[in-house]
């Protein structure tokens, strides 16, 4: 099966950076996704790792390291809007069809004050 | 380009009563996805299709099915409605192999 760790809640002040971790078991890894979720919304895709490193999508960037089964994102500059759930979520393809199931983990909430 | 789409939005059901649920994905993407979210389950990976096979099936029962049509639609079915099954479904498409997903805005399912 597969299990993915990341913090229940995080605060971070306007302005600042904030990380959210993860770290995951699976047998049939091929890729780290995060997504963001607002309240009464549908999850929207943020980044996809499926190699080691870094991945910068503007204010947001995306940390993957295979060996340690881990990954974090990197929210900067933070906005009262980032307020929202963030999701980690491992793409599983042991069979090798291009499958597209995502495993998610629980979910950090992220809630950001002036 | 119009995104994923879902019907219905909201849909009040009996126990025992079945119900379908519709999805059309981003024009061009072959693949969909089907999640249950709940409170206290999170986000769960029920099925994905792809060029109108199912792939793979996520830890759910025989009571929740699906299929996918020539244009890439899917519907997926949930038969003799539990309590439990109270969640919002939702659907997501992508190109294959892709870890970037696109959600649609979900079936809001409430079961009394």
């Known amino acids: 099966g597969q299990s993915l760790e990341q913090p229940s809640e995080v605060t971070a002040v306007e302005g600042a950076i904030v990380q959210i971790n993860c770290t995951y078991q699976?047998?049939?890894?091929?890729?780290l996704s995060w997504y963001q979720q607002h309240d009464g919304g549908a999850p929207t895709f943020l980044s996809y790792?499926?190699?080691?490193g870094l991945e910068e999508t503007g204010r947001f960037s995306s940390f993957l390291s295979r060996s340690d089964s881990y990954g974090y994102l990197l929210l900067q500059e933070l906005q009262m809007k980032d307020s929202a759930s963030y999701f980690c979520?491992?793409?599983?393809?042991?069979?090798?069809?291009?499958?597209?199931?995502?495993?998610f983990g629980t979910g950090t909430r992220l809630t950001v004050i002036p | 380009k119009a995104g994923v789409t879902q019907t219905p939005r909201y849909l009040i059901k009996t126990r025992g009563q079945q119900v379908t649920l519709s999805c059309s994905p981003i024009?061009?993407?072959?693949?969909v996805s089907w999640y249950q979210q709940t409170p206290g389950q999170g986000l769960q990976f029920l099925f994905e299709?792809?060029?109108?096979?199912?792939?793979n099936k996520g830890n759910f029962p025989g009571r929740f099915s699906g299929r996918q049509f020539s244009n890439s639609r899917s519907e997926m079915n949930v038969s003799t409605l539990e309590l439990g099954d109270s969640a919002l479904y939702l659907c997501?498409?992508?190109?294959?192999?892709?870890?970037?997903?696109?959600f649609g805005p979900g079936t809001r399912l409430t079961v009394t």
């Open positions: 997501a498409s992508s190109w294959q192999g892709s870890g970037e997903q696109y």
């Open positions: 699976t047998s049939g890894f091929y890729g």
């Open positions: 790792n499926a190699l080691d």
């Open positions: 979520a491992v793409r599983d393809d042991r069979d090798q069809t291009g499958a597209n199931n995502l495993f």
């Open positions: 024009s061009g993407h072959r693949s």
């Open positions: 299709y792809f060029s109108e096979t199912q792939r």
